[in-house]
């Protein structure tokens, strides 16, 4: 498998997969234009992924889902309850296949199993995608660390990981009160740490990278989700950044 993120933060999101003879786009939280001329910069065209697939509604994820559809022809996979949330902010979506958080979906040899997440969105989801022997796990707005989160992340070869926030950054930050609550709480976002702990227990040889996803703009900097990282980590396991302003890297799995 080879990934590569197109955009990853709270400004918009999206992850694409390429497994084989198939191309996944995970969200559509930047512009058409945009996904575009990124997944160009490595070679690709967004028309020929073979589907969008949606892990819940909020703008930074779903706010271009409709143009993905109309402009490139992409087929939209979602739960129902995102499926209407989306239409109802967004505007016109195009027919869509529901599946239901928990479900595996097939894309010919390529499986993607969706795992329920506690963000407080309608219905959230996170995924593995799996090809052969090899899994890679996209793990952005989780809510907390629970149970499920902590043994998916030990069952991957790599994994984009939610590090959202620095805690003095969003409680000394310029966000009203009950907005740094929600983000903390526990239908919010992982902080440096939490992201950084989850990793320390799943550094086994099968985990051979971690990207560090979905940094806020105003309550973290990537030198302080990586210097977590790195204390709680070490240097044993090979830390990425997803950015927040543009195409990353292409890693493979």
């Not at 309550?219 to 709680?232: G, K, T």
Request: aromatic fraction near 10%.
């Amino acid at each position: 498998m080879f990934t590569f993120s197109l955009q990853s933060g709270s400004n918009g999101n999206a992850i694409y997969v390429e497994a084989g003879e198939v191309r996944l786009l995970f969200d559509a939280g930047i512009s058409g234009k945009q996904a575009a001329l990124r997944m160009a910069e490595h070679g690709r065209d967004i028309r020929n992924c073979t589907a969008l697939i949606l892990s819940h509604e909020h703008a930074d994820h779903s706010r271009s889902a409709g143009v993905y559809q109309r402009k490139f022809r992409l087929p939209l996979y979602c739960t129902r309850p995102t499926y209407q949330a989306t239409q109802r902010r967004f505007g016109r979506l195009e027919a869509a296949r529901f599946f239901t958080a928990g479900d595996a979906l097939a894309f010919g040899d390529v499986r993607v199993f969706t795992l329920p997440t506690p963000h407080d969105g309608v219905d959230t989801v996170c995924f593995v995608i799996e090809h052969g022997r090899k899994r890679l796990g996209i793990f952005t707005d989780l809510g907390h660390p629970f149970r499920a989160l902590r043994a998916a992340l030990a069952e991957v070869d790599a994994a984009f990981l939610e590090s959202n926030y620095e805690p003095d950054m969003l409680w000394a930050g310029p966000y009203p009160e009950p907005l740094k609550q929600r983000i903390a709480g526990r239908g919010g976002h992982l902080s440096n740490d939490e992201a950084a702990k989850l990793a320390k227990k799943s550094v086994k040889p099968r985990l051979k990278w971690l990207a560090v996803a979905h940094l806020s703009e105003h309550n973290n900097e990537p030198v302080l989700a990586l210097d977590a990282q790195r204390a709680w980590v070490g240097k044993s396991l090979p830390v990425h950044l997803a950015s927040r302003f543009g195409v990353g890297e292409v890693l493979e799995v």
